[in-house]
């Protein structure tokens, strides 16, 4: 009884988890702009305008890819872009080199 009633909803609640954590990241970059901007400023001295154009990109990035998964739209191109933003903070964070983070 319980399934037949749940069904149809748990297609929306599986994509939802599997894209929670870069809806949790790009609502907290954010809430966090200027931080996230100094950081990069800062590890990579770029500029506060290249780093802002990284925040932006990785901020649009993550947001668009979950609104089109959750949407059912372009669901295969919105996981090569979430798959890119993953790339693209692979190299800017330096966790290339983190051997326990990425063990983790």
Same mark, same amino acid.
């Given at each position: =009884?319980? &399934? /037949? #009633?749940?069904? =149809?909803?748990?297609?929306?609640?599986? /994509?939802? !988890?599997? %894209? $929670?954590?870069? &809806?949790?990241?790009? %609502? /907290?970059? *954010?809430? =966090? *702009?200027?931080e996230q901007r100094d950081y990069i400023d800062g590890t990579w001295n770029c500029g506060y305008f290249l780093a802002s154009v990284f925040v932006f990109i990785n901020l649009f990035g993550q &947001?668009?890819? !979950? %609104?089109?998964?959750? $949407? /059912?739209?372009? #669901? =295969?191109?919105a996981c090569f872009g979430l798959f890119g933003i993953i790339a693209l903070q692979t190299i800017a964070y330096s966790i290339l080199w983190d051997l326990k983070f990425l063990m983790r």
């Amino acid at each position: =009884q319980f &399934l /037949r #009633v749940t069904k =149809q909803y748990l297609p929306h609640v599986a /994509r939802l !988890c599997l %894209i $929670s954590t870069f &809806l949790e990241d790009g %609502i /907290r970059m *954010w809430f =966090q *702009w200027s931080e996230q901007r100094d950081y990069i400023d800062g590890t990579w001295n770029c500029g506060y305008f290249l780093a802002s154009v990284f925040v932006f990109i990785n901020l649009f990035g993550q &947001l668009s890819g !979950c %609104i089109l998964v959750l $949407s /059912r739209n372009f #669901v =295969q191109y919105a996981c090569f872009g979430l798959f890119g933003i993953i790339a693209l903070q692979t190299i800017a964070y330096s966790i290339l080199w983190d051997l326990k983070f990425l063990m983790r």
